[in-house]
């Protein structure tokens, strides 16, 4: 099996890497096995944290690393992920990317997989919740709900809290059969 990391890390000289506030803006990596798989030409490539939400539960397409404007990946970059679910897996398959040589395909056990997505949410809130206000947006007096909360692409606090609440409600409807799984099979 392999192992799904989504990882967001500070890096210590944030150079032009800053929000509209000046705070920095964490590096958001998809790592799998310790291979970074959205590293681009300039840095890496943004987290599209509905399409992961909505890999969780269904198969399809999704562009899981998006451009920070907010466009997918596909534009002879990257094929989008090819995500598909059984036998209590989730399966990746990337055609192609302009970052490496061939096709990569994964197989992630779906608890791991799941755990992994809701990590990155927890992650993302903590980080959000230690947050000034954004300079700009005290500036224009936006709600606090409409700010833009600088991971992933263009995202406001409200669209977040509607993905996060989507996520918890997806992993709560999943997780719970697989822990009781794992528990009939001493592994918890």
Not at 106 to 113: E, H, S
Not at 150 to 155: E, K, Q, S
Request: net charge negative; with cysteine; glycine share 8%.
């Amino acid at each position: 099996m392999d192992k799904p990391e989504f990882k967001l890390e500070f890096p210590a000289d944030p150079g032009n890497n800053l929000d509209d506030g000046g705070m920095p803006r964490p590096d958001e990596l998809i790592i799998v096995n310790d291979e970074i798989l959205n590293a681009n030409c300039c840095r890496y490539d943004c987290f599209n944290l509905k399409a992961i939400v909505d890999s969780m539960e269904h198969g399809g397409e999704f562009e899981i690393p998006i451009c920070i404007c907010g466009f997918g990946c596909r534009l002879g970059v990257e094929a989008p992920y090819a995500v598909t679910h059984g036998g209590g897996c989730v399966y990746w398959d990337i055609a192609f990317s302009k970052y490496w040589k061939g096709s990569r395909h994964f197989c992630f056990d779906k608890a791991q997989y799941l755990d992994a997505i809701r990590n990155l949410f927890q992650e993302v809130k903590r980080i959000l919740e230690c947050r000034p206000l954004c300079n700009e947006d005290e500036k224009y007096e936006y709600a606090a709900d409409d700010q833009i909360i600088n991971i992933g692409p263009c995202l406001t606090y409200r669209e977040f809290e509607e993905i996060y609440n989507r996520m918890e409600s997806i992993y709560n409807k999943l997780r719970k059969p697989l822990f009781n799984k794992e528990c009939n099979n001493g592994q918890a």
